[in-house]
């Protein structure tokens, strides 16, 4: 079967969980880049990439690397490309750019540059150029320039893979799906046990947690760029998702996803019954502080208030405070994990981490800490 070169990009922090998501479904020479991997595969594994992969953002398919120095040169080696290999001037297309350096500042007008090269050559062979449609595109187009080092991708997954399909309603700010599915993951919660996330918001962590137990593969409700591609497989395609509605498995524990907010725990009701995880979580309105749950062995991952909207730093501080407690009191036995963007108030929480994790949530610098609630000798 061909190979070819395929780069799946992430979140910072989160490469290493990607690896061992990458090695679960067989490939096992990886190379780590920033917030990338980069490894050898086929078309069936582009597929079941996209598919399955929890923390992945996009799965490129690198078709060209060449340096430039000038957007002219840019312009030149993308015409030197032979698009009509890719798609047909009926078709649309839409390019993604990023930059880093100081050669290429502006990502707007890479991809404007390289759309016109790509039309351009339509139209001096066939007098006719594909519309762009950065909506819903037929091709989509990656382009990555660091310093000089430019790289044209096919982007096979289209819509970023966070996006799942199961958002009812968009609150502020909520946590995007990828991060939410790499703090479980971190956690190394083996779904043997009940998981709980108090805090839970539009309830994006308790649902990843309860998709990672039933073992459906993330990608399940959604369709992917590659889908109009040109040397699309539809059959080995049908075979990979019939495979991963068959691998679906049963919990036989639960995914407590408490909020105090009536808003919140209406929104990740309709989040858990469009996911099709709502029949395994525990979805209540509940203050953490009040709450009587008896875990053991659980996990609990909780991503509270940073306080940056508002200047209320002595609030945040007494909040941190109230958590540790709270887990001291009533959560002895079980792991528990804080995401946090307010570096001080962490601090504050008066246990001890025995792991301490930087992470990005959007464009926040956070800390996730690991806190084991065993008294004694754990089992
Ligand atoms: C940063 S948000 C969580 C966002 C969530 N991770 C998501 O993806 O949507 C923090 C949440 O904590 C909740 N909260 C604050 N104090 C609480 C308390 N005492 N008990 C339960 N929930 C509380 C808020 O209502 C809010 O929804």
Same mark, same amino acid.
């Given at each position: 079967?061909?190979?070819?070169?395929?780069?799946?990009?992430?979140?910072?922090?989160?490469?290493?969980?990607?690896?061992? %998501?990458?090695?679960?479904?067989?490939?096992?020479?990886?190379?780590?880049?920033?917030?990338?991997?980069?490894?050898?595969?086929?078309?069936?594994?582009?597929?079941?990439?996209?598919?399955? @992969?929890?923390?992945?953002?996009?799965?490129?398919?690198?078709?060209?690397?060449?340096?430039?120095?000038? %957007?002219?040169?840019?312009?030149?080696?993308?015409?030197?490309?032979?698009?009509?290999?890719?798609?047909?001037?009926?078709?649309?297309?839409?390019?993604?750019?990023?930059?880093?350096?100081?050669?290429?500042?502006?990502?707007?007008?890479?991809? @404007?540059?390289?759309?016109?090269?790509?039309?351009?050559?339509?139209?001096?062979?066939?007098?006719?150029?594909?519309?762009?449609?950065?909506?819903?595109?037929?091709?989509?187009?990656?382009?990555?320039?660091?310093?000089?080092?430019?790289?044209?991708?096919?982007?096979?997954?289209?819509?970023?893979?966070?996006?799942?399909?199961?958002?009812?309603?968009?609150?502020?700010?909520?946590?995007?799906?990828?991060?939410?599915?790499?703090?479980?993951?971190?956690?190394?919660?083996?779904?043997?046990?009940?998981?709980?996330?108090?805090?839970?918001?539009?309830?994006?962590?308790?649902?990843?947690?309860?998709?990672?137990?039933?073992?459906?593969?993330?990608?399940?409700?959604?369709?992917?760029?590659?889908?109009?591609?040109?040397?699309?497989?539809?059959?080995?395609?049908?075979?990979?998702?019939?495979?991963?509605?068959?691998?679906?498995?049963?919990?036989?524990?639960?995914?407590?996803?408490?909020?105090?907010?009536?808003?919140?725990?209406?929104?990740?009701?309709?989040?858990?019954?469009?996911?099709?995880?709502?029949?395994?979580?525990?979805?209540?309105?509940?203050?953490?502080?009040?709450?009587? @749950?008896?875990?053991?062995?659980?996990?609990?991952?909780?991503?509270?208030?940073?306080?940056?909207?508002?200047?209320?730093?002595?609030?945040?501080?007494?909040?941190?405070?109230?958590?540790?407690?709270?887990?001291?009191?009533?959560?002895?036995?079980?792991?528990?994990?804080?995401?946090?963007?307010?570096?001080?108030?962490?601090?504050?929480?008066?246990?001890?981490?025995?792991?301490?994790?930087? @992470?990005?949530?959007?464009?926040?610098?956070?800390?996730?800490?690991?806190?084991?609630?065993?008294?004694?000798?754990?089992?």
């Amino acid at each position: 079967m061909k190979t070819f070169e395929i780069v799946v990009k992430t979140l910072f922090g989160l490469e290493e969980v990607l690896i061992a %998501e990458l090695k679960a479904l067989g490939i096992t020479e990886v190379e780590k880049l920033s917030r990338a991997v980069r490894f050898v595969g086929t078309q069936e594994l582009l597929y079941k990439c996209n598919l399955h @992969l929890r923390t992945a953002l996009k799965v490129l398919k690198p078709i060209a690397s060449f340096i430039a120095n000038n %957007e002219n040169v840019l312009y030149k080696e993308v015409q030197k490309i032979n698009w009509s290999d890719y798609f047909s001037f009926k078709q649309t297309f839409a390019i993604e750019a990023t930059t880093k350096g100081e050669i290429f500042t502006h990502s707007k007008y890479v991809a @404007l540059k390289t759309k016109d090269a790509i039309a351009d050559q339509f139209r001096a062979q066939k007098g006719i150029r594909p519309s762009v449609d950065t909506e819903n595109p037929d091709l989509c187009i990656d382009v990555f320039i660091n310093r000089n080092e430019c790289i044209i991708s096919l982007n096979s997954s289209g819509v970023h893979l966070g996006k799942r399909g199961y958002r009812a309603t968009q609150i502020l700010a909520p946590m995007s799906e990828n991060l939410a599915a790499g703090l479980v993951l971190l956690s190394k919660w083996d779904t043997q046990s009940d998981f709980y996330d108090p805090l839970c918001g539009s309830g994006t962590i308790a649902i990843e947690a309860a998709l990672i137990a039933k073992n459906m593969a993330p990608g399940i409700n959604r369709t992917f760029n590659f889908e109009k591609w040109v040397d699309f497989d539809k059959v080995t395609w049908n075979n990979i998702k019939k495979q991963a509605v068959e691998n679906q498995r049963k919990f036989e524990h639960t995914i407590y996803c408490h909020d105090i907010d009536a808003n919140a725990v209406e929104i990740s009701e309709k989040n858990a019954v469009l996911a099709q995880t709502d029949d395994i979580m525990d979805i209540e309105k509940q203050d953490f502080f009040d709450s009587q @749950l008896q875990l053991s062995n659980a996990t609990i991952i909780m991503n509270p208030p940073y306080g940056e909207r508002l200047n209320k730093e002595e609030d945040m501080v007494a909040l941190y405070k109230k958590i540790g407690d709270k887990l001291k009191q009533s959560f002895n036995n079980n792991n528990a994990w804080i995401l946090s963007g307010n570096m001080e108030a962490i601090k504050f929480v008066g246990l001890k981490p025995s792991q301490k994790i930087n @992470l990005f949530n959007g464009p926040i610098e956070c800390k996730y800490h690991k806190f084991e609630l065993y008294k004694g000798k754990k089992n």
